[in-house]
């Protein structure tokens, strides 16, 4: 059954508005002994506290055009940017998987997902409290999830964890440098807890290619040769959310590549 669209327009809504929250995340979540609660929403720059009419998604940004009302100090493009997405990606979850409990949980992982891409652009790290509670709701979620099982989640989250474990440990043995960080290697294991090991191929396969591609580009940029540190994360995030969306038709290439013939 099509979902309406209003519907659609509400859960985009929705999004949105989650997604200011999310901004508030991924400013605070990296500091310190920081609080995604207290002290209310302010100007990260004057500190002067926000009315509700600087709260608005999307269309605070319009009205006080980029700038802090208070100090006048530009607005960073990514709160209109993160809420955005966060309603895109809100009305194609729904309009995928209609209202339902699978709609839900999913919008749970591509946010929290969201918020790790911008984490670790930021910062190059991806925290613990996002990716361990994530492996564990993603195997309990799997009990619910009639798109997979809980043995697929299970090995997933295993195996997702194990292969960037093996992969990092050779390229330090190699090296005799860290090559991925334990944020990635975890990232991984929620990805595989939550989309199941059939998502693994697919995810490693073209976040490694976009991946390598973007730190050559970074390498010849930068000038810093082998030195060159990209944050993988956001690659990995962003294969898996394709993944979420057109998993059936990967799902199909899969059996026409190892079988080589059309189901």
Request: hydrophobic share 50%; charged share 10%.
């Given at each position: ?5 209003a ?52 269309l ?7 700038k802090?009302?208070?100090?006048h ?5 990514q ?17 995928k ?11 749970l992982?591509?946010?929290?997902l ?5 984490i ?17 709701l993603?195997?309990?979620f ?71 591609v ?9 000038k810093?040769g ?26 199909y ?11």
């Amino acid at each position: 059954m099509q979902t309406e669209p209003a519907f659609l327009l509400l859960a985009a809504l929705f999004g949105t508005i989650i997604g200011s929250f999310l901004n508030v995340v991924i400013l605070r979540l990296p500091e310190e002994n920081g609080s995604i609660v207290y002290p209310a929403s302010h100007c990260p720059k004057c500190l002067n506290p926000l009315s509700w009419y600087e709260n608005l998604p999307i269309l605070s940004y319009i009205i006080l055009r980029g700038k802090c009302s208070h100090c006048h100090i530009s607005i960073s493009l990514q709160y209109p940017v993160v809420e955005t997405l966060s309603g895109l990606l809100a009305a194609a979850i729904c309009y995928k998987f209609n209202f339902s409990i699978q709609a839900g949980a999913y919008f749970l992982l591509a946010a929290a997902l969201l918020v790790i891409i911008f984490i670790d652009i930021h910062h190059q790290i991806i925290p613990d409290i996002i990716s361990l509670p994530g492996i564990i709701l993603g195997f309990l979620f799997s009990f619910l999830n009639s798109n997979v099982t809980w043995q697929s989640s299970l090995i997933g989250l295993l195996l997702g964890g194990g292969v960037l474990y093996t992969i990092a440990f050779l390229y330090s043995l190699l090296r005799k440098q860290d090559g991925m960080g334990g944020g990635d290697i975890k990232l991984l294991a929620m990805i595989g807890a939550w989309l199941g090991w059939q998502s693994l191929p697919f995810v490693i396969l073209i976040s490694s290619a976009t991946g390598s591609v973007v730190g050559l580009i970074a390498m010849r940029w930068q000038k810093k040769g082998g030195s060159t540190r990209i944050p993988f994360g956001p690659f990995l995030s962003c294969s898996a959310l394709i993944y979420l969306f057109y998993s059936e038709r990967i799902l199909y290439f899969y059996h026409l590549y190892i079988t080589g013939q059309w189901p």
